[in-house]
């Protein structure tokens, strides 16, 4: 059978609260920054992506930050729904033209 | 639909007896890749097609190979399954490298007996 995996980081919201999922990353020459989500039994789904040269950018009920000092990025999910419940996972790239590697994922649960 | 298909969904194979997954496309996309994704892992990269340029991980074992006889397709094959390389296996495709927007198949989930 399968390798036994290790436990992803977890995160329970309320259905309409925010949730906010955090995702430190290592290279401080990364210059692209990207969010995956995954539902359960499907292929991972591009959500939003962001620029070093930025610190925040929004989409549709997502929002994401950047904080170049302390290499930290963050998604923001406003009035989650339970169809956000999901593992997410950040990606870093430097040098942009290059392939990615996803980060460690999170497991979001909304709870109706 | 546009849209990246991998067949089979499931596929249970013998320890040791060679198995093909298999990817198609209907994007039209110049790059295709596979994944190996474990239990509550994130998904890790195999090797990638730019065109017919095959890009190999360093890391990825040579049990694992690949073909890509033409834009629309692109197989996995694992030599000598082992017990270790149950997981499930996505393909994804981009337009171009530099596209980080991938669309990925919903994967196939192989398990060896």
């Known amino acids: 059978g399968e390798s036994v995996g290790l436990h992803l980081p977890t995160r329970s919201v309320q259905e309409g609260d925010n949730s906010i999922i955090n995702c430190a990353y290592s290279?401080?020459?990364?210059?692209?920054f990207i969010w995956y989500k995954q539902e359960s039994g499907k292929g991972p789904q591009f959500i939003i992506d962001i620029r070093s040269n930025m610190d925040k950018r929004q989409g549709q009920r997502v929002t994401v930050l950047l904080n170049k000092t302390v290499k930290h990025l963050s998604l923001q999910i406003a009035a989650t729904q339970p169809g956000d419940s999901a593992v997410y996972f950040c990606a870093e790239i430097a040098n942009t033209g290059n392939q990615f590697y996803f980060g460690t994922g999170t497991s979001l649960t909304v709870i109706p | 639909d546009a849209m990246v298909i991998q067949n089979p969904r499931y596929q249970v194979t013998q320890f040791g007896k060679p198995v093909t997954l298999s990817c198609s496309q209907t994007l039209n996309h110049n790059v295709m890749y596979w994944y190996q994704q474990k239990s509550s892992q994130a998904p890790k990269l195999l090797f990638h097609?730019?065109?017919?340029?095959?890009?190999n991980e360093a890391d990825t074992p040579d049990n694992f190979q690949s073909r890509r006889p033409n834009t629309s397709f692109c197989f996995l094959d694992i030599r000598s399954p082992g017990l270790g390389d149950a997981a499930m296996y996505l393909c994804a495709t981009s337009l171009d490298r530099g596209d980080y927007g991938y669309t990925f198949g919903s994967g196939t989930r192989l398990t060896v007996v």
């Open positions: 097609y730019y065109d017919k340029d095959f890009n």
């Open positions: 290279n401080s020459a990364s210059d692209y």
